[in-house]
């Protein structure tokens, strides 16, 4: 059987995790989360005290640094140079941080390959903002998610509180529409809309319903993987 590939891209808390974790277990294929790896480069930097945004310091240390995604439970774990920092990712300093290194070309060079390694032996689902665009441009179905900032706002908000991270909307809000920028005007590989990716406006929609939406616009050739 062919690989089937979901690209998923969009703002920062537009849910392209929950709903691409969603969507990956009905199908039983794997779900690639691509921003855990620029945040995993991002937490190596910070730990060092390189400046995310310092191109060559980054680039010297970029040899170092070494990403592997594993699937535990059909979760993925990802390990920087073999530790296990998926739950150690997930702070508005590495989403900055992540935010930062991504606009960096020799960062997205080495995490594009990796992407498409894994899509090349696997069906995926794979979120970021540059999969439609560039990682997968011949992805089976590509979506862009959006909702307001308001939106995703309260819902990063709600996310971090359940996680026990002390935080405030608005300043998330704020650091939303900071990454939103950085990620859209950056030189390379922007967040942006691919021509023939379907948007779909998650505000006030249900997680299932976008599902639903998704499930129902894989194309007809993948039916047999849409019946798992
Ligand atoms: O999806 P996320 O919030 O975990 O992503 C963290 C940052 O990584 C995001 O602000 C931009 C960057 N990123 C990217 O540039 N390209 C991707 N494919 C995924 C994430």
Redesign the pocket.
Known sequence: MKHFAIAI?GP?GAG??TIAKMIAKKLNIIYV???????AVALYCINRGINCRDKESVEKILDQINIKILYIDNAQRILLNNEDVTDRIRTQEI?QG??DV?TLQAV?IK?VEL?RNLAQNASVVM?????GTH?LPNASLKIFLTASVEERANRRYKELIQNGIDCSLSKIKEEIEV?DK??SCREF?P?RKAEDAIEIDTTGKTIEEVVNIIISLIPKQFDSINNN
């Open positions: 891209d920062a392209k995790s989360d691509t921003g855990a790896m620029y945040r989403s992540a935010s991504a997205r995490m992407q979120d970021g903002r540059d999969i990682v990454r950085n990620d590989s967040l």
